[in-house]
């Protein structure tokens, strides 16, 4: 089972097989925004990814389109569009900074 952990929080937080970041942390509880309800354009639930950015499926269409209107640097995520399929390290930015 993949672990998440989320550095700025001293979280550590198992995900299923096929979650994405969003979805592992709203089902432990964390308290990460998702304004947009986890569709791509909000960038409340925005992480930067410390480690294992292997580990994350590939930036999508949506989230590039995102990515590139907010200017967000590579190691940007947006944790409602990376499933996780393996171990990550991560900090949670959330809104209103990037
Ligand atoms: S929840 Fe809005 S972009 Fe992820």
Same mark, same amino acid.
């Given at each position: 089972?993949?672990?998440?952990?989320?550095? +700025?929080? &001293? %979280?550590?937080?198992?995900?299923? @097989?096929?979650?994405?970041?969003?979805?592992?942390?709203? *089902?432990?509880?964390?308290? !990460?925004?998702?304004?947009?309800?986890? +569709?791509? %354009?909000?960038?409340?639930?925005?992480?930067?990814?410390?480690?294992? !950015?292997? +580990?994350? $499926?590939?930036? &999508?269409?949506?989230?590039?389109? !995102? @990515?590139?209107? %907010?200017?967000?640097? *590579? *190691? @940007? %995520?947006? $944790?409602?569009?990376?499933?996780?399929?393996? *171990?990550?390290?991560? &900090?949670?930015?959330?809104?209103? $900074?990037?």
């Amino acid at each position: 089972m993949p672990l998440i952990y989320i550095r +700025n929080y &001293d %979280r550590e937080i198992p995900c299923q @097989k096929g979650q994405t970041l969003l979805e592992a942390a709203l *089902d432990e509880g964390f308290p !990460m925004y998702h304004t947009c309800g986890g +569709n791509a %354009r909000c960038t409340t639930c925005m992480v930067r990814v410390i480690a294992g !950015m292997h +580990n994350l $499926s590939p930036v &999508d269409e949506e989230e590039a389109y !995102m @990515k590139r209107a %907010r200017r967000l640097s *590579d *190691d @940007k %995520r947006l $944790s409602c569009q990376a499933v996780v399929l393996g *171990d990550v390290e991560v &900090d949670y930015i959330g809104p209103g $900074s990037g």
